[in-house]
Nanobody
Framework: QVQLVESGGGLVQAGGSLRLSCAVS????????MGWFRQAPGKEREFVAS????????YYAHDVEGRFTISRNNGKTTVYLQMNSLKLEDTAVYYC????????????????WGQGTQVTVSS
């Protein structure tokens, strides 16, 4: 069993930055893709960023490429999402996710979800 717990969400002005954290515990290994999804009010959950378990390879949704950075800590116990140049459209609940997958991209179904953390960007 894998547990994912997000933190770091909050209110930020457009153009500002936030760093989300996902604490990872339980049984994980190099066979997992780690990453982030988000869900805005009234919209479907969408992919944001993903990485191999090692963190050596990353992949981003087009609309966050160049603004967001996914990474991990040295102990592989935390996955981060550094969000810069935030836009109003980035407002959403952000979910950490883990999937049994030897690649870099989520393929579905996601095996584990965090509880979500709210990010609100003001214009």
């Amino acid at each position: 069993q894998v547990q994912l717990v997000e933190s770091g969400g909050g209110l930020v002005q457009a153009g500002g930055s936030l760093r989300l954290s996902c604490a990872v515990s339980g049984r994980t290994n190099s066979g997992y893709v780690m990453g982030w999804f988000r869900q805005a009010p009234g919209k479907e959950r969408e992919f944001v960023a993903s990485m191999t378990w090692s963190g050596d390879v990353t992949y981003y949704a087009h609309d966050v490429e160049g603004r967001f950075t996914i990474s991990r800590n040295n102990g592989k116990t935390t996955v981060y999402l550094q969000m810069n140049s935030l836009k109003l459209e980035d407002t959403a609940v952000y979910y950490c996710a883990a999937e049994r997958n030897f690649g870099v991209r989520f393929a579905g179904p996601v095996d584990y979800w965090g509880q979500g953390t709210q990010v609100t960007v003001s214009s």
